[in-house]
């Protein structure tokens, strides 16, 4: 293709958005009550959507304990320190929420609420030199949260906390008792959640956002499980660590907001 086709080309690619803005004034500002000119979109509305991310342990020594050189059960037998396990995987799921903008009359402050919930396969296990396992996992989790964040044009910067729940299981074994003490923990958990994100409107309905949240849910010491068992009541009372289980979150997200507002143009 030549420069002079390329500039002809480029002529009427500009005369065509010309005639085009030119008609749509006329359009809108031909007739008495036409609609009023919109400009960037707001952060005000129902929205859902769908994430995905990757969580691990605040911590990588969950359930560890110090070694043993001497008097060691069974039969004074000893054992090394055992460093204890972590957990790390991925999770997907989705998200609804609703923002306000323009909160205590300030056009840039945004405040909403969401609520969230993750099928997940976030776990860790090990077996100790003695032969014992250990695990925990969460296998699903949920938030619901506030959000507070300062719009510029199509892009929002925010906060977020609130409550969190999940699906916790937790497992540990002593074989140095007879019979070997099984340990576990399995059930819903409940804590908090804090983070913060960065949310993009790439047309009126739709966004894209980077968020980090850390779950907190306590510390959820495993009870001694097995029947017959002469041995310390929980896994912590049996010398091994327990900690919060607590987790940090990275996760992006796309959203769809169903009735997405506008600003009018001043």
């Known amino acids: 293709m030549t420069l002079k086709k390329i500039a002809q080309l480029g002529a009427a690619a500009a005369a065509l958005v010309f005639t085009t803005q030119a008609d749509a004034a006329d359009l809108y500002g031909?007739?008495?009550?036409?609609?009023?000119?919109?400009?960037?979109?707001?952060?005000?509305?129902?929205?859902?959507?769908?994430?995905?991310?990757?969580?691990?342990?605040?911590?990588?020594?969950?359930f560890g304990y110090a070694a043993c050189a001497a008097d060691c059960p069974p039969a004074g037998v000893p054992w090394?320190?055992?460093?204890g396990i972590g957990a790390e995987g991925g999770f997907g799921g989705g998200q609804?929420?609703?923002?306000?903008?323009?909160?205590?009359?300030?056009?840039?402050?945004?405040?909403?609420?969401?609520?969230?919930?993750?099928?997940?396969?976030?776990?860790?296990?090990?077996?100790?030199?003695?032969?014992?396992?250990?695990?925990?996992?969460?296998?699903?989790f949920g938030t619901v949260r506030g959000r507070l964040g300062y719009a510029a044009s199509?892009?929002?910067?925010?906060?977020?906390?609130?409550?969190?729940?999940?699906?916790?299981?937790?497992?540990?074994?002593?074989n140095s008792k007879t019979p070997t003490a099984v340990y576990e923990a399995n059930g819903t958990v409940t804590g908090y959640v804090l983070g913060g994100g960065v949310e993009y409107k790439f047309n009126p309905s739709w966004s894209l956002k980077a968020e980090y949240q850390y779950l907190n849910f306590g510390?959820?010491?495993?009870?001694?499980?097995?029947?017959?068992?002469?041995?310390?009541?929980?896994?912590?009372?049996?010398?091994?660590?327990?900690?919060?289980?607590?987790?940090h979150t990275v996760r992006l997200g796309v959203n769809y907001w169903v009735r997405p507002a506008y600003e009018p143009l001043k």
């Open 30 to 62: 031909g007739y008495k009550g036409g609609p009023a000119a919109f400009s960037a979109p707001m952060w005000t509305g129902f929205y859902l959507g769908a994430n995905g991310g990757y969580a691990w342990r605040q911590t990588d020594d969950q």
């Open 80 to 83: 090394p320190t055992f460093a």
């Open 96 to 140: 609804i929420g609703y923002g306000w903008q323009g909160v205590s009359g300030m056009p840039s402050l945004v405040a909403g609420v969401e609520a969230d919930i993750q099928g997940a396969g976030i776990s860790g296990k090990a077996i100790t030199v003695p032969g014992e396992p250990f695990n925990n996992s969460l296998d699903w």
């Open 154 to 174: 199509s892009a929002l910067v925010y906060v977020t906390g609130g409550f969190a729940y999940g699906g916790l299981r937790q497992y540990g074994e002593d």
């Open 219 to 247: 510390r959820n010491d495993p009870g001694l499980a097995c029947s017959g068992c002469t041995a310390p009541a929980t896994l912590s009372a049996d010398q091994n660590t327990v900690k919060d289980d607590a987790f």
